[in-house]
């Protein structure tokens, strides 16, 4: 190799270092993905995560991003070893964060990397991160926040978001893609009348199942295929038929673990997090592990970018329109006093997410 190769080289792998951490910063999950071989892989012991293939970097990108409060990520140059079409190297990094849930801190880390060279140019095969130095301290200085602006000064103001409307037949594969990444499996369906052709193969005969108290289910006939058709174990007519003032130790029971919860959610972000509000938060154990199977079905209006997103939805859509439904009702308001967001599945196996491609319920 010549010296004038050897410093294009070394020219165009920096170029690259530098454009991974712009593309973090920028939040641009697609472009920090390009970086990489189809088979190259992105390891952070320390978070811990670790993501093989383009499409695991893209959607891990995107569930640690929406984790963040703001982020800002220094590169400082590090060696190269040029070796013909494969090169190893160092990059040294300073980043300052803070969480959505209030971690913070400063740290100052090392990539351990592995490049090729590829017809696209030089791309990473192997990333690996390696912390030195961690300050958990409170952080003194906060992102610059304008009246109407993003929270974070590296972020692009938040686009208006339709809530009713369903998402792309792209933004629903994406959802997918993500949720499989975080241990759920995902499916994409037509409309209702597949999802509850899908439920009878998806439950066994005879299995105990709790459904949510969901718009979705309703409409989509879900509700009355399970809880009248004799075909289950229907957990919610049993309920119904307690008295709640003598028997509220055996409804609690009953709804914490069922075979399978059958639901819908509030919302479901395109980094793989499904987030599901309750008024007393009864149904939410069951959701959350208790049910030894989970089923939710999620109209394709539900889809939002980002947890903050799903966070406006929840308040913004589905409580105004769940508060009139309570109002009519019972004659009570509805509210939010519940949370649950489900950011993985630990279980193989245990949790499918059923997308349709229509949009039902609120």
Same mark, same amino acid.
């Given at each position: ?137 409170? $952080? +003194?200085? @906060? ?9 974070? /000064?590296?972020?692009?103001?938040? *686009? ?17 893609? +993500? ?24 439950? *066994? ?63 479901? @972000? ?6 599901? /509000? ?15 199977? /989970? ?13 903050? @997103? ?7 859509? +589905? ?24 950011? /993985? ?9 059923? $997308? ?7």
């Amino acid at each position: 190799m010549n010296d004038f190769q050897a410093i294009a080289d070394r020219v165009e792998i920096e170029a690259l270092r530098g454009e991974f951490t712009d593309a973090v910063m920028m939040r641009d999950r697609p472009r920090l993905a390009s970086l990489f071989t189809p088979d190259g892989a992105l390891r952070m012991p320390n978070v811990p995560a670790e993501q093989i293939g383009r499409e695991e970097i893209r959607a891990g990108g995107e569930r640690l991003q929406s984790l963040w409060d703001f982020f800002v990520q220094n590169t400082h140059p590090g060696t190269i070893l040029l070796d013909g079409d494969t090169a190893t190297g160092r990059a040294y990094i300073q980043e300052l964060a803070r969480t959505l849930d209030g971690r913070q801190g400063l740290n100052y880390a090392v990539y351990h990397d592995r490049y090729q060279r590829t017809a696209e140019g030089w791309k990473f095969s192997e990333r690996v991160y390696e912390v030195r130095y961690l300050d958990t301290s409170p $952080l +003194a200085g @906060t992102a610059p926040r304008s009246e109407t602006g993003p929270a974070d /000064a590296t972020a692009a103001p938040a *686009p208006d978001v339709s809530f009713a409307d369903p998402v792309s037949a792209e933004r629903l594969e994406r959802v997918a893609a +993500a949720l499989r990444a975080g241990g759920f499996t995902a499916e994409i369906l037509d409309d209702v009348s597949a999802a509850r052709s899908r439920i009878k193969e998806l439950v *066994p005969e005879g299995a105990s199942v709790l459904t949510g108290a969901s718009e979705t289910l309703r409409l989509s006939g879900i509700d009355e295929d399970i809880n009248t058709g004799g075909r289950y174990d229907a957990i919610r007519p049993r309920v119904l038929a307690i008295d709640r003032a003598t028997g509220a130790d055996e409804i609690r029971r009953l709804v914490a673990g069922p075979d399978f919860v059958v639901n819908s959610v509030a919302a479901v @972000t395109e980094t793989g997090s499904l987030v599901l /509000a309750s008024g007393s938060g009864s149904q939410l154990p069951a959701n959350a592990g208790g049910a030894a199977n /989970a089923v939710w079905i999620v109209g394709a209006q539900k889809v939002v970018p980002d947890l903050s @997103t799903a966070l406006r939805r929840v308040e913004e859509h +589905a409580l105004p329109l769940e508060n009139a439904r309570a109002q009519a009702a019972y004659g009570m308001p509805s509210a939010v006093n519940r949370l649950l967001i489900l950011n /993985a599945e630990t279980r193989p196996g245990r949790g499918t997410v059923l $997308l349709l491609r229509e949009a039902i319920g609120y």
